[in-house]
């Protein structure tokens, strides 16, 4: 039997013995912020998470390239920088270029061959905070000294940490497509979202 994501449904196909499976092509079902989960619309230098059918490598492949595992992504128009490609999941950044843009299209091909095009709105951010593994309401978070601040291992106040986050927007300076860290360092030119900072206050500080 194959199994197949088609519109948002996992179906089943019979093979005959000694047949081969039929062609799939690359099925995009849907995209959303790779730290909370959801989606809403892209901001510029956003991490996201595209979900599908064969749009990936079946052995998931890691990396930062505009191509892994035979697979591409533009957004927008402008090539997309790709963090991980698998045959059901796929994690690009989005580019800076899209700000301003009411909306854009999504296109994504694996081994040249096109999927279906996804259109989502452009946002000025979409703020996220990446949550531990395993967990559903810990935050990433690294202590002052490099330790996992955790209820067991808070920050004591006045301490700085560091928070795994993306989806802030645009920065200064501005943001380059396919940089990782660069000095010096960008900021997000938005203020930071109250909710957030109040979810870090009330759970993880002394």
Do not use: C
């Not at 081994?111 to 990446?130: F, M, S, T």
């Not at 990433?140 to 996992?148: G, P, R, V, W």
């Amino acid at each position: 039997y194959l199994t197949s994501l088609t519109a948002y449904r996992w179906i089943q196909m019979a093979v005959p013995e000694g047949g081969q499976a039929p062609h799939q092509a690359p099925l995009l079902t849907g995209a959303e912020n790779s730290a909370r989960g959801y989606g809403g619309g892209l901001s510029p230098g956003e991490v996201i998470s595209l979900f599908g059918g064969e749009i990936g490598p079946a052995i998931p492949v890691s990396g930062i390239s505009e191509e892994i595992g035979s697979t591409r992504v533009w957004i927008g128009g402008l090539p997309a920088t790709l963090l991980y490609a698998g045959e059901r999941q796929v994690n690009a950044i989005v580019p800076y270029g899209i700000g301003g843009a009411e909306a854009v299209e999504i296109r994504l091909e694996r081994n040249g061959e096109a999927a279906n095009i996804v259109r989502l709105p452009v946002v000025p951010a979409a703020p996220g905070i990446y949550r531990k593994q395993g967990s559903v309401g810990a935050a990433a978070i690294l202590n002052e000294d490099y330790t996992q601040n955790s209820l067991e291992n808070p920050a004591k106040r006045g301490e700085v940490v560091m928070v795994w986050a993306t989806g802030f927007g645009q920065t200064d300076p501005p943001g380059k497509d396919g940089v990782i860290n660069a000095d010096p360092l960008p900021r997000p030119l938005l203020p930071y979202s109250e909710s957030e900072t109040k979810k870090l206050r009330e759970g993880f500080f002394t």
